[in-house]
């Protein structure tokens, strides 16, 4: 399939927002699947030396680890590394982008990426490198699926241009599996890994971990008044409907899906 090219879209700078980004996986947001999902799938492929790229705070990578992994995370954010060191966790970690990948041919058992393949710019290329980087065993790309849960997350309600931004930046989950088998993977197949329900009622929405500036690109990238002007809107729809007697229901309802293919 040939797609025009896309314009440049905005991009987040993590370093402004790694000192506080682990806040997001406290209480409700810990997210165990996600973890378990690629414990299993390293599990499966027996493998021995893993690579995540856009690693980030190695949320993931240092479960890997702990299992006895040779853990290898690489990120184009500092910040962001600064943090992954911090964990009491022994890890490999690399400053750089997954659209070039700076390892050796046939390097990895695994290869993944978690929440982060909407940030590159050249996602294709991304899957290329890391077959290339390959010598056994998976490629998987762990994304939420955008496009089929228009309704589901108040964010996108209540800050505009934010739904419009994602659907820009994350691919089609479709064509993700067609770069996976175009790359000569095998077996590539898609499943949903998580699936994240934590609606907020009424004027607890304003306490959501999700809501804070930091705590999601969607929002990072906001201007501040664009950001407040939102805030205003929510607490505006809350007096409203509380004027009448009713209470709202902010939704958050996410699907993360992984898209896998292996080398056999
Ligand atoms: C939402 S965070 C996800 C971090 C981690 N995987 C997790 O799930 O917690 C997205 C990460 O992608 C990184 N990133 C941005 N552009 C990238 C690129 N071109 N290649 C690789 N990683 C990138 C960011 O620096 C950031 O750490």
Redesign the pocket.
């Given at each position: 399939m040939t797609r025009h090219p896309r314009a440049p879209l905005p991009?987040?700078?993590?370093?402004q927002v790694?000192d506080t980004?682990n806040t997001?996986?406290h209480m409700e947001h810990d997210r165990p699947q996600?973890a378990a999902a690629v414990c299993e799938l390293a599990y499966e492929v027996a493998a021995y030396r893993v690579l995540?790229?856009?690693?980030?705070?190695?949320?993931?990578?240092a479960g890997l680890s702990d299992m006895g992994m040779a853990a290898y995370g690489?990120?184009?954010?500092w910040g962001?590394l600064a943090q992954a060191q911090a964990r009491p966790a022994f890890l490999s970690l690399t400053r750089?982008?997954?659209?070039q990948l700076p390892f050796s041919d046939a390097t990895f058992d695994l290869v993944y990426?978690?929440?982060?393949i909407h940030?590159?710019?050249?996602q294709r290329d991304?899957v290329q490198e890391a077959r290339r980087v390959l010598r056994r065993g998976a490629v998987a790309v762990?994304a939420l699926d955008t496009r089929a849960h228009r309704d589901d997350w108040y964010i996108y309600d209540y800050f505009p241009g934010t739904y419009a931004l994602d659907l820009a930046r994350h691919p089609d989950h479709a064509e993700v599996l067609e770069w996976l088998r175009d790359a000569g993977l095998k077996r590539v197949q898609r499943h949903v890994v998580d699936r994240i329900a934590a609606d907020k009622v009424g004027r607890a929405v304003l306490a959501d971990p999700f809501l804070r500036k930091d705590a999601?690109?969607q929002l990072a990238m906001l201007s501040d008044a664009a950001y407040d002007a939102g805030i205003r809107r929510i607490q505006a729809a809350i007096a409203a409907a509380e004027f009448v007697g009713e209470t709202l229901i902010f939704p958050t309802r996410l699907v993360m899906e992984m898209l896998v293919g292996y080398l056999e």
């Amino acid at each position: 399939m040939t797609r025009h090219p896309r314009a440049p879209l905005p991009t987040l700078d993590y370093d402004q927002v790694a000192d506080t980004y682990n806040t997001r996986f406290h209480m409700e947001h810990d997210r165990p699947q996600v973890a378990a999902a690629v414990c299993e799938l390293a599990y499966e492929v027996a493998a021995y030396r893993v690579l995540e790229v856009g690693c980030g705070t190695a949320r993931w990578l240092a479960g890997l680890s702990d299992m006895g992994m040779a853990a290898y995370g690489l990120d184009p954010s500092w910040g962001m590394l600064a943090q992954a060191q911090a964990r009491p966790a022994f890890l490999s970690l690399t400053r750089g982008r997954g659209e070039q990948l700076p390892f050796s041919d046939a390097t990895f058992d695994l290869v993944y990426c978690v929440n982060a393949i909407h940030h590159m710019r050249g996602q294709r290329d991304f899957v290329q490198e890391a077959r290339r980087v390959l010598r056994r065993g998976a490629v998987a790309v762990l994304a939420l699926d955008t496009r089929a849960h228009r309704d589901d997350w108040y964010i996108y309600d209540y800050f505009p241009g934010t739904y419009a931004l994602d659907l820009a930046r994350h691919p089609d989950h479709a064509e993700v599996l067609e770069w996976l088998r175009d790359a000569g993977l095998k077996r590539v197949q898609r499943h949903v890994v998580d699936r994240i329900a934590a609606d907020k009622v009424g004027r607890a929405v304003l306490a959501d971990p999700f809501l804070r500036k930091d705590a999601v690109s969607q929002l990072a990238m906001l201007s501040d008044a664009a950001y407040d002007a939102g805030i205003r809107r929510i607490q505006a729809a809350i007096a409203a409907a509380e004027f009448v007697g009713e209470t709202l229901i902010f939704p958050t309802r996410l699907v993360m899906e992984m898209l896998v293919g292996y080398l056999e």
